[in-house]
């Protein structure tokens, strides 16, 4: 019988990436709503090091595959595995990351085990009467939300948007138990050969990470508007992001995009700039820290969420911002 909520922990370089431990903390929830444990299962090469911290956000087991053909992500060997891992424990769910490696791997998976998958979930809850894995999603260009259940199939699995879930606070005091997992892979299992690993250089940080989110939408006028905001965002250590109206219009790029078609994300403060406010967008920002939002249209649907609101012309407000912030931080240089 299908029983326990399973976390794919994604790890890139050996470092476990903040998915895992989001995923964790809804796995939790959904974990006791069902009266079940969590595991989860990590995948590397020397990752074993690294266990303690799922424990430590709310994992009860881990189970490791420790393997030299695990050390960078190549599909067949950790769809591979995961399947074993799959086949011996019978989980009831399995929830993955919604990054570039949970939608290589977790469509994979649902075929070789037979089940559905519901993928880039926003909401996740279990039904009380008939104790399904009710996922929730965008669908139809994000204008409406979906929600999904698979009824006749084990495991029931969902792949999660980074930033949507709040991991539990660190507890370092946390018990838990490692189980090492060999699921028998051989170099047969590879069935391509990695000539060499390109990493991008660039400085720009995920959007999802950013502490300062400098937004920008239709309002900047154009793709040199964003030139601007990236001034702002320099000056407070933070990223441009933008609304699903730029990027449509190609002034930026697709993965800048805050919202239920693009990414959702919690920094403590999110500028908005020439953003009206559609619903879409909101989904996808509004449980940041502090929301302060610029527009000249005061029904702007963006100051219902707004912490602070500024009605005003942008391309008057932001050089006004940049100019004061550049003399708050010339100040704090001279005291220190």
Same mark, same amino acid.
């Given at each position: ?23 964790? *903390? ?8 069902? &009266? ?12 074993? =090091? ?7 956000? &709310? ?25 074993? +891992? #799959? ?47 009710? $996922?929730?999603?965008?669908?139809? =260009? ?20 980074? @930033? ?15 189980? $090492? ?12 050969? +990695? ?18 989110? #400098?937004?920008?939408?239709? @309002? ?15 000056? $407070? %250590? *933070? ?8 990027? %449509?219009? =190609? ?33 996808? $920002? ?12 005061? =029904?702007?649907?963006?100051?219902? #969420? ?10 008057? #407000?932001?050089?006004?911002? +940049? ?14």
């Amino acid at each position: 019988m299908s029983k326990n909520v399973f976390v794919i922990a994604e790890q890139r370089d050996g470092e476990l990436q903040k998915v895992s431990t989001e995923l964790l *903390g809804k796995a939790r929830e959904l974990a006791d709503d069902l &009266g079940q444990e969590v595991y989860a299962v990590l995948l590397g090469d020397n990752i074993k =090091g690294k266990a303690d911290v799922l424990i430590h956000h &709310g994992a009860d087991h881990v189970i490791v595959v420790d393997h030299p053909l695990l050390k960078e992500y190549v599909t067949e060997p950790y769809a591979k595995a995961i399947y074993e +891992i #799959v086949k011996k424990y019978d989980p009831e769910i399995v929830l993955y990351g919604a990054s570039s490696i949970g939608r290589d791997l977790a469509p994979r998976l649902a075929a070789r085990i037979h089940t559905g998958l519901t993928a880039d979930c926003t909401g996740l809850e279990i039904d009380e009467e008939s104790k399904l894995l009710r $996922m929730t999603r965008p669908a139809f =260009g994000g204008n409406l939300m979906a929600t999904i259940i698979c009824e006749d199939f084990r495991p029931q699995m969902a792949t999660v948007r980074p @930033g949507v879930m709040t991991p539990l606070a660190n507890d370092d005091g946390r018990k838990g138990d490692v189980i $090492m997992e060999d699921v028998g892979l051989t170099d047969k299992d590879m069935n391509v050969k +990695i000539l060499e690993v390109s990493k991008d250089d660039k400085k720009k940080l995920d959007i999802t990470e950013a502490n300062v989110l #400098v937004s920008g939408g239709r @309002g900047i006028g154009g793709p040199e508007g964003f030139d601007r905001l990236q001034e702002l965002a320099d000056l $407070m %250590d *933070g990223e441009v992001s933008t609304s699903r109206a730029t990027v %449509d219009a =190609g002034w930026i790029e697709k993965d800048r995009q805050v919202g239920q078609t693009g990414k959702t994300v919690r920094p403590d403060i999110y500028f908005a700039f020439g953003i009206s406010g559609a619903i879409q967008h909101l989904a996808g $920002m509004e449980e940041s820290g502090l929301i302060i939002a610029v527009n000249k249209n005061d =029904g702007a649907p963006i100051f219902d #969420v707004a912490d602070l609101g500024i009605v005003g012309d942008l391309n008057k #407000v932001l050089p006004k911002l +940049i100019e004061e912030y550049k003399k708050a931080k010339a100040a704090k240089a001279e005291i220190n």
